[in-house]
């Protein structure tokens, strides 16, 4: 199968294509030419602007994919522009999207107050309230102001063009710009004796996926021709509680400290956190397993060493952007825990 990837050089990208060359397929990527990775032999680099698909669309005729992946669709006009440019070209697009489309991450950012049962399906209430970065402070990385999956999603399921969304959850793993598991891991390699977790914090249940078994997954449904009109949840198969999951790096960390939860009442007065951690925020991924045959290929315990192992070379330039919202600086942590002992 010959197969045009739209982005696919930075973090989920690269692994994929591998998925995608292991599976014996043609695989060609339509980058910038700004990030520098290695690509298995045999792939072919198209250098561009994704803002100037339609114009190239005589020389992708040429190359006649037959599935696209779009790794960077943010807003309805990417979106507009993947469908008029491969439309007579390709015989369906594959869609990258986010779990954060439903109600429910309108419930955990505060903007809606009742909480939505879980774990959500393919089918939950979506969000009513679009381009959720636009009343944000700060927004992740890499992320225009006017992104919006909803959008993209009902741009490429009205299309002529057959297409398939796959919904990500939280991804880790090497080369992950967001580093996930940093700010606990500076912690554990700190030598702190606790971490201390307010107690509907350590509760709290989020889907994570490792980026290899998501790469595995998004291969799969690009080519698997029954994924056609699909829309899929990629996810580990447990979500744990935050609790459980900081313990689980820990123990593969060799970390020799422990969680600590604690209620409320023993934080300071004027600390708030941004996200509601009575909305759980995790989907059940059984669609893509029992249609397309998914399943894990790298177990938990080793997805978390392989991240470990890379974060700990790879620290972020700027720490203090990517500490988790519910975890205290270590002079208040101490004062906390001063009173357990």
């Given amino acids: 199968m010959k197969i045009l990837i739209i982005g696919g050089t930075n973090f989920i990208g690269p692994p994929v294509v591998r ?73 369906r697009v594959v869609v990258i999207s986010s779990m954060d489309v439903y109600r429910a991450y ?38 225009p102001i006017d992104y ?21 959850p939280m991804v880790y793993g090497s080369r992950d710009f967001r580093h996930r598991l940093y700010s606990y891991l500076q912690r554990m390699d700190d030598n702190r004796p606790a971490i201390v977790l307010e107690d509907s914090t350590a509760r709290w249940r989020g889907s994570y996926g490792y980026v290899e078994n998501v790469a595995y997954a998004i291969a799969l449904a690009v080519t698997n021709e029954r994924a056609t009109d699909r829309i899929y949840h990629v996810a580990d ?6 609790a459980l999951r900081i313990t689980r790096v820990g123990e593969i960390a060799g970390w020799q400290g422990k969680v600590i939860i604690v209620p409320k009442s023993q934080f300071p007065s004027e600390w708030k956190l941004p996200i509601n951690t009575e909305q759980d925020w995790f989907v059940d991924s ?21 991240t470990i192992d890379w974060q700990r070379t790879h620290a972020p330039q700027e720490p203090q952007q990517f500490a988790a919202p519910w975890l205290l600086d270590y002079a208040i942590e101490d004062a906390i825990l001063s009173k357990f002992r």
């Avoid at 992708?60 to 943010?74: E, R, T």
């Avoid at 009902?154 to 297409?163: D, E």
Wanted: hydrophobic share 40%; net charge negative; charged share 25%.
């Fill in 148 to 168: 919006e999956k909803i959008l993209v999603e009902r741009v490429v399921m009205a299309s002529n063009l057959p297409g398939t969304i796959i919904r990500l």
């Fill in 19 to 91: 998925q995608l060359i292991a599976m014996g397929h043609e695989v060609s990527v339509f980058h910038r030419g700004k990030t520098t990775t290695n690509l298995p032999p045999g792939v072919h680099e198209i250098l561009g602007d994704r803002s100037h698909l339609l114009e190239m669309k005589s020389k992708f005729k040429q190359l006649s994919p037959q599935v696209v992946v779009d790794m960077i669709a943010y807003n309805e006009q990417d979106a507009l522009t993947l469908t008029n440019t491969f439309e007579g070209i390709a015989q």
């Fill in 286 to 306: 059984t669609r893509i397993r029992q249609e397309l045959g998914y399943k894990e290929i790298v177990p938990l315990d080793e997805a978390l060493q392989r």
């Fill in 106 to 143: 309108d419930v955990l950012w505060r903007k809606e107050s009742d909480v939505v049962p879980v774990p959500l399906t393919e089918d939950s209430s979506l969000r009513q309230q679009l381009c959720p970065y636009r009343e944000m402070p700060s927004r992740p990385i890499n992320v």
């Fill in 237 to 242: 198969v447990e979500a744990l509680t935050e």
